[in-house]
Each structure stands twice: as C-alpha cells, then as structure tokens.
Antibody, heavy 118, light 106 residues
Framework: EVQLVESGGGLVQPGESLRLSCAASGFTFSIYSMDWVRQAPGKGLEWVSY????????YYADSVKGRFTISRDNAKNSLYLQMNSLRVEDTAVYYC???????????WGQGTLVTVSS | DIQMTQSPSTLSASVGDRVTITCRASQSISSWLAWYQQKPGKAPNLLIYKASSLESGVPSRFSGSGSGTEFTLTISSLQPDDFATYYCQQYNSRWTFGQGTKVEIK
C-alpha cells in the first residue's frame, strides 16, 4: 500500500523558515517523480513544486520561486520542502504527492499544516 | 500557464440525481485531465484520469468525458457519500487545478 506521511508543519512568524518532510513507503520511491501541492484554509488546490525521480529536474510555482527548495533522498525514501522567507499567504496544508504515469498526481499524503502569522 | 475553469462553483442536488460538472482549459490539453474528490479535512482522492479512465476502486457511477479544452465529470446517481468538493486538474503542462465545485445536499 502506498503511504506518504508529511511532517514538519507548524506555526512560524513571517520571514522565518520551515522544512517539511515526506516519508514514502509501499512503492519504489526512487523511480517516481514527486510534487508538493498546497491548500490555503477554505481555498482550492495549488501546485507548488516538482522534482524528478533522480532530482535533476525541478520546477516551482511562481508564487514560491526563489524562496522554496524541493529536494529528495532516495536512500531514505524521503521528499523535502525547505521554505524560507515565509509569508502570511503561504499558510496552507501542504500535501506530498506522487507523480505516477504521465506525471498524473495519483497518491496524496494526509497533509501537514503550515501557519504563518505574527 | 494553462488556466482551468470549473462550473458551477456550488451545486445543490438530491440523492439519486444525475450531476454534471464542467471544466474548461485555456488551451488544448489533449486528454491530460484528472478529476479528484475531496472531503473536509481529507486529502484529494483520484477519481478519473486521462479524461475518461476510471481509477481502480472508484464506483462506476462516476464517469468523465471530453478532450481538448472541454471536459465533464458526471455522477449518474448521486449517493450520500458523494457530497464533497470536486476538482479538475490538467497535467499536460505542469499542473493546474480548477477552483473546485462543492456538491451540497439540496
């Protein structure tokens, strides 16, 4: 069974940093691309970032480019999102998502809440 | 960037109703469209991929159609468990979601 478990969320002040982690199990993590998708409270879904299976190809949404860094450790079956210079508008539940065949977002974690507030 | 527009934003329906949700892409995405169901406090759940392919384990009352820029999700006979928010999403060029359609009890 595919499992994605996010951690690292919490309450931070504007301008601070946070690192999210996602532990993957139930599939061969090293051959799948992965994404982060977020959802602000009461709002819709917003794609945040993508990383290829080897980590060589990375994309970011314009809203986080230059502030967020996606990475992975295939030996640890783990995905990360380093979030710097956090803003109030970054407040959201952050989901770790597997990109399957044709980069379809097929399996989602349960999410971790990031709250940016003074 | 490809924009996705869903309609309606909210839909009030009764158990047993046939429900249709529409999704429009700002440019052609071929059939690279997925539909997700999300319930409060839960992660989205994949229902349909490649516009019309039913994900394993999803009830057959859900169906998808369309290609290019116009797509629909149909629930043939709404069940109590189907009251939720539905999102379309293109994966032709990176990933973009529609704004969601909340299906409410009438």
């Amino acid at each position: 069974e595919v499992q994605l478990v996010e951690s690292g969320g919490g309450l931070v002040q504007p301008g601070e940093s946070l690192r999210l982690s996602c532990a993957a199990s139930g599939f061969t993590f090293s051959i799948y691309s992965m994404d982060w998708v977020r959802q602000a409270p009461g709002k819709g879904l917003e794609w945040v970032s993508y990383i290829s299976s080897s980590g060589t190809t990375i994309y970011y949404a314009d809203s986080v480019k230059g502030r967020f860094t996606i990475s992975r450790d295939n030996a640890k079956n783990s995905l990360y999102l380093q979030m710097n210079s956090l803003r109030v508008e970054d407040t959201a539940v952050y989901y770790c998502v597997r990109a399957g065949t044709n980069l379809l977002l097929d399996y989602w974690g349960q999410g971790t809440l990031v709250t940016v507030s003074s | 960037d490809i924009q996705m527009t869903q309609s309606p934003s909210t839909l009030s329906a009764s158990v047993g109703d046939r429900v249709t949700i529409t999704c429009r892409a700002s440019q052609s995405i071929s059939s690279w469209l997925a539909w997700y169901q999300q319930k409060p406090g839960k992660a989205p759940n994949l229902l349909i991929y490649k516009a019309s392919s039913l994900e394993s384990g999803v009830p057959s009352r859900f169906s998808g159609s369309g290609s290019g820029t116009e797509f629909t999700l149909t629930i043939s006979s709404l069940q109590p468990d189907d009251f939720a928010t539905y999102y379309c999403q293109q994966y032709n060029s990176r990933w973009t979601f529609g704004q969601g359609t909340k299906v409410e009890i009438k």
